[in-house]
């Protein structure tokens, strides 16, 4: 591919208003990218088409240099098959890190950004374990069950690919940004947005489709009836990839999507044996397993959860009542030891103790054998 062919790619992947498919449909019409561009009014028949001037892609290929990363095209030969394979792949991604670590075979880990103390506990030992095992780890890079994902797979020392929803330049949530940089220096990040662009609502399902496209099964951890967890599961269907998960507890609202699948036929998962046992081992399903019932999508195919920045901490507000407001996430009816809780809270531990004291108290608090704790069940 000559290099204008290749910036006139990279200026329909910018396109706004038209989707990869449609693209791709034009660029085949026109016979190439180039003839595409030129004569994008007449093949867009009347759709408003919004093009970057060929300078901004110039520009951005230099920003992302200095960033230590790279354009990543569909056309390329490392692009990673199994994305490749999706109905709506991208036709770009900036790639921070190896791009050839897209194409491990690997394993996605999903699920609520307030996930429990204990679902985090369960998302980092998955990761951990399926990184010893050899498989990269995906996940999108978000609190809570996403963050202990990456962290369990850098801390076996393996493979872990996030995938972001804004540019490269902005990372989301800003408190993952030291982890973003870790993930880019021992394997990839990518993003399909443009430097500069803010995470927003609309773009978390894209990056959700880049997600469930690069991996080989799809684990959900811990999600609600309506979460862009399920937009993934459903994406990850769609693709024909495995889809497993956890069970919780029917007591944890937390809990109800990702049971959901399990009563649909997703593959219950309490180890990682559970997944590696279950996962393809050779070519990707032609054809997409169904669950019983498909898991719907959003109408709006939004995510405004993922936009939802932690309330900021109280004027005044002493150190055991944000004690209170962080056991009321890591808490839930599923049992998790305090040394746990004390290891995920950022309070200090005389706070956290005195917030336990005081749920105990209000008779909201089980304490069991092992030095552990649970909210009591409605």
Do not use: W
Not at 25 to 49: K, Q, S
Not at 172 to 190: D, T
Not at 323 to 341: C, G, I, N, Q
């Amino acid at each position: 591919m000559t290099s204008a062919e290749r910036l006139a790619r990279l200026r329909l992947a910018r396109a706004e208003g038209i989707g990869p498919a449609a693209v791709r449909a034009l660029i085949a019409r026109a016979g190439g990218a180039e003839a595409a561009v030129e004569d994008l009014p007449r093949l867009a028949r009347g759709r408003p088409v919004a093009l970057p001037q060929a300078d901004e892609l110039r520009r951005e290929e230099e920003a992302l240099a200095r960033l230590g990363a790279t354009f990543l095209l569909d056309t390329d030969p490392g692009y990673p098959e199994a994305l490749a394979a999706t109905a709506d792949a991208p036709l770009a991604l900036a790639v921070a890190g190896d791009p050839a670590l897209l194409s491990r075979r690997a394993v996605a880990i999903v699920g609520a950004r307030n996930a429990s103390a204990g679902a985090r506990v369960i998302a980092e030992r998955l990761a951990r374990e399926l990184a010893e095992a050899g498989l990269a780890v995906v996940s999108g890079l978000a609190r809570g069950v996403d963050t202990a994902a990456h962290e369990g797979a850098l801390a076996a020392g393996g493979v872990t690919v996030a995938a972001v929803a804004g540019g490269l330049d902005r990372p989301y949530p800003p408190q993952n940004a030291a982890l973003q940089a870790r993930i880019a220096a021992s394997g990839a990040v990518v993003a399909e947005a443009p430097l500069g662009t803010a995470a927003m609502a609309r773009l978390f399902p894209r990056r959700n489709r880049i997600v469930a496209g690069l991996a080989r099964g799809v684990v959900v951890v811990e999600a609600a009836l309506k979460s862009g967890s399920l937009i993934t599961a459903r994406l990850a269907l769609e693709a024909g990839r495995e889809l497993f998960a956890v069970p919780g507890s029917p007591l944890d609202p937390r809990a109800r999507g990702s049971n959901d699948l399990l009563r649909q036929g997703a593959t219950l998962v309490e180890t990682a044996e559970d997944v590696l046992a279950a996962l393809p081992a050779g070519p990707l399903a032609p054809s997409p397993p169904r669950l019983r019932t498909p898991v719907p999508a959003p109408a709006d195919e939004e995510e405004p959860a993922e936009i939802d920045p932690e309330e900021p901490d109280p004027d005044g507000a002493d150190e055991v009542t944000l004690a209170r407001r962080h056991l009321a996430t890591l808490l839930s009816p599923t049992p998790v030891s305090v040394d746990e809780v004390l290891r995920r809270c950022p309070c200090s531990a005389a706070a956290v103790n005195a917030a336990l004291s005081d749920l105990d108290l209000e008779g909201r608090l089980d304490r069991l054998p092992g030095n552990r704790v649970a909210l009591k069940g409605a």
